[in-house]
């Protein structure tokens, strides 16, 4: 009698003790999950100071510096299958008019995502309809170009102005200047980074000289040294 009580006992206890070991690992999972979620959302909570949009957005990484002189020497950009039809041609013009800013920059197309140093794609931005685009500054001054530049798909064009070509290519060529390190505070002598449309960018038509030399300036060819 006393071994068969004991035999209870000792099923009870394992039968206890695979509850707390299966409700342990469904906590630990439901955690990963959670932790998962929250570094998704902070993730998407620092890409950059999206264009038009106030510097204390919650979506703001800090800057931190400048990619490398030899980071901007070839720089691939790959288009993800979601980027929207109208946003092809000036985002290819964008890419062109970096590539010819200056002889330190080369900006190129690929259509191997695995060799790219930036992604552009498209996604639906909740709760910003005001803002077209973002990009990703670089993560360590001196190093690699940001990693992505994101087409806001949730952008309202009924409640913040349509997009003409001219403004997707001043918004693309803006975005890819976060990249490689521009700032809104840089306006003063990149044109193309102030946070905002002015009356002719309908047709806005590229990067202007002065534009080009502080590009210059600031991404010699050190080969020519």
Known sequence: MKTRIFKHKTTLLSAIMLVVILFASCEKNKLETEVFEQQETIQKRNRDIYFGEPSNTLKRQDFVGFAGVFEVRDIKVFLNNNVPQEWMVPTQNAINQWNSSSPGISMSRTTNRGEADIVISGEAEVGFDFSPAGA??????????????????????????????????????????????????????????????????????????????????????????
């Open 136 to 225: 990703d500054f670089p993560e360590v001054a001196g190093g690699a170009v940001g990693a992505f530049v994101t087409i806001n798909l949730n952008y309202n064009p009924a409640t913040n102005g349509p997009l003409s070509n001219g403004r997707r290519f001043l918004v693309m060529t803006h975005e890819l200047g976060h990249n490689i390190g521009f700032q809104h505070s840089d306006q003063g002598r990149v044109s193309f980074m102030r946070n905002g449309f002015l009356p002719g960018d309908d047709n806005w038509a590229g990067m202007t000289q002065q534009d080009r030399n502080a590009i210059t300036a600031q991404f010699p060819d050190i080969a020519a040294r």
